[in-house]
T-cell receptor, first 110, second 114 residues
Framework: TQLLEQSPQFLSIQEGENLTVYCNSS?????LQWYRQEPGEGPVLLVT?????EVKKLKRLTFQFGDARKDSSLHITAAQPGDTGLYLC??????????FGTGTRLKVLA | ETGVTQSPTHLIKTRGQQVTLRCSSQ?????VSWYQQALGQGPQFIFQ???????GRGNFPPRFSGLQFPNYSSELNVNALELDDSALYLC?????????????FGPGTRLTVT
């Protein structure tokens, strides 16, 4: 069974700090998606990475797909309170069609 | 462009009862997936429907069933509710059933089973 493990599980930082969230698996994924979810809402798609080694930028967010397509990272530069939320990686699973990571709950303090 | 909508927003049911949750897809999307999200966890895939047929299923028992209609809206039915079924149920639509799975989620239905 494919699993996506995220680290850290919780992160509380001050506004202006940088942070990196990791998404790791022992399995290869053809693509990975990153989502952000706020309380009481559904996840919102941030980005899709497809090619090994691919780097995508979305304003202050940088997403990277590992060369072997087994892992991914999300780096946020100069975090702001509006970045607060649950960050989820997800990808097409083997046995089950689609799996989500365990999630990283980020809180950015003003 | 209308996003994914779900109804109802909240629901309280008693153990043993049955429940139906509804989802309207984003315009132009022919694929719908349903997820269960327990408190503090990531969503768990229940199943996907593509052109009115089930197109993949997660590790959920048969008492979880679904339907997709010609207009691509969808229902999730859960029979014989158990306390552990209490969760946020999310519907997501996609323009196609294949990889990459770029899904657009609705706000969810919060189900409480007492």
């Amino acid at each position: 069974t494919q699993l996506l493990e995220q680290s850290p599980q919780f992160l509380s930082i001050q506004e202006g700090e940088n942070l990196t969230v990791y998404c790791n698996s022992s399995s290869v994924f053809s693509s990975l998606q990153w989502y952000r979810q706020e309380p009481g809402e559904g996840p919102v798609l941030l980005v899709t990475v497809v090619t090994g080694g691919e780097v995508k930028k979305l304003k202050r967010l940088t997403f990277q797909f590992g060369d072997a397509r087994k892992d991914s990272s999300l780096h946020i530069t100069a975090a702001q309170p509006g970045d607060t939320g649950l960050y989820l990686c997800a990808g097409a699973g083997g046995t089950y069609k689609y799996i989500f990571g365990t999630g990283t709950r980020l809180k950015v303090l003003a | 462009e209308t996003g994914v909508t779900q109804s109802p927003t909240h629901l309280i049911k008693t153990r043993g009862q049955q429940v139906t949750l509804r989802c309207s897809s984003q315009s132009g999307h022919n694929t719908v997936s349903w997820y269960q999200q327990a408190l503090g966890q990531g969503p768990q895939f229940i199943f996907q429907y593509y052109r009115e047929e089930e197109n993949g299923r997660g590790n959920f028992p048969p008492r979880f069933s679904g339907l997709q209609f010609p207009n691509y809206s969808s229902e999730l039915n859960v029979n014989a509710l158990e306390l552990d079924d209490s969760a946020l149920y999310l519907c997501a639509s996609s323009p196609n059933p294949g990889d990459p799975y770029e899904q657009y989620f609705g706000p969810g239905t919060r189900l409480t089973v007492t």
